[in-house]
């Protein structure tokens, strides 16, 4: 919220470990300006993991960057990246842990960046992010993992949950209710 914001950019002036965290952060998100957008791309024909790890990368640290600095061409550029892939034909289901990968980036990108946004670029946002992962978690093999799939899975959707949930208070509720209970599996494991 505000206040942690406030409070980070207070400790980059006065940390000599958050001012090189955020020199890190703002360095890459400058370089990550002149990239082309992310590409629907399976390279090893099994995940799409890969590019959902550096779509969640570009939009936290881009979204942290304007949080941070100020500058809007971060938030732009974050909303950007977080339109590009809520275009996606999906956040490939078949391989669960990408879309809960995905999920976590964009709803982080959701939340920080949500007064940024126009109430079109949120409505689009929130729709692709109900359709690519609230709505596809039913049924998953996840939900009785006792490995890091239910974990990170519940989190990943967990953190969209909560981004969306004005936007789609009954099936986050449902989603939520389900996770407190389902990640115990893997907890007790």
């Keep these: 919220n505000k206040d942690d914001f406030d409070r980070i ?16 952060i703002y360095n890459y998100s400058v370089e990550m300006l002149a990239e082309p957008v992310l590409k629907y791309e399976i390279p090893d024909g099994k995940r799409l993991l890969s590019v959902c790890n550096e779509a969640t990368n570009r939009i936290t ?21 977080m339109l590009n892939v809520c275009a996606f034909s999906d956040w490939h289901p078949d391989h669960y842990l990408d879309v809960a990968q995905m999920a976590y980036g964009v709803g982080i990108g959701y939340d920080w960046l949500y007064h940024d946004m126009s109430a079109s670029q949120r409505s689009t946002i929130a729709t692709a992010v109900y359709n690519h992962a609230i709505n596809t978690c039913n049924g998953k093999g996840f939900w009785s ?12 959707l967990t953190v969209a949950a909560f ?15 389900r996770a407190v209970t389902g990640v115990q599996t893997s907890l007790n494991a």
Excluded: H
């Design 163 to 177: 981004a969306l949930y004005e936007s789609y208070p009954a099936a986050c509720s449902n989603y939520l209710s």
């Design 61 to 81: 640290w881009l979204a942290m960057a304007y949080q941070i600095s100020g500058e809007s061409r971060f938030a732009d550029r974050a909303v950007e990246e």
């Design 9 to 24: 950019r207070k400790q980059v002036e006065t940390d000599p470990y958050m001012k090189t965290l955020y020199t890190r």
């Design 145 to 156: 993992s006792e490995g890091n799939w239910n974990v990170w899975c519940n989190g990943g």
